[in-house]
């Protein structure tokens, strides 16, 4: 079954940390993601740049909107997220409980719906 994993953190820490400590949070995501590829549970992944850059759309009795920044406002933003192969939720919650999002962070474990 596939899983996706949010990590949600809050945006500002990562400004404020400093390029040695940036660069060391890297390399445990990078590393992450070598070992659940290894073991086959990885399916794609990717880092999201910052809140500042999202657009929402809606489009309400076929009128399109568009606005600047997320639809709420939140402690915590959603900064990337893993797709990931996992045969039940244990299995995806303790994939999730070693991503480096889990310790600075919280990490929704999320089953993706099948398409058939």
Request: glycine share 10%; aromatic share 8%; proline share 4%.
């Amino acid at each position: 079954m596939q899983y996706v994993l949010l990590i949600y953190s809050q945006e500002k820490d990562w400004v404020d940390l400093s390029a040695e400590e940036q660069g060391k949070i890297v390399a445990e995501y990078g590393a992450f993601s070598e070992s659940i590829a290894k073991t086959g549970n990885y399916k794609a992944g990717e880092g999201l740049e910052p809140t500042t850059t999202a657009t929402t759309v809606s489009v309400r009795d076929g009128k399109l909107t568009t606005t600047d920044g997320p639809f709420a406002e939140t402690r915590e933003q959603l900064g990337g997220f893993y797709l990931i192969e996992a045969k039940d939720l244990d299995e995806a919650t303790a994939i999730a409980a070693r991503c480096p999002g889990a310790h600075h962070g919280r990490i929704e474990v999320r089953p993706v719906m099948p398409t058939h």
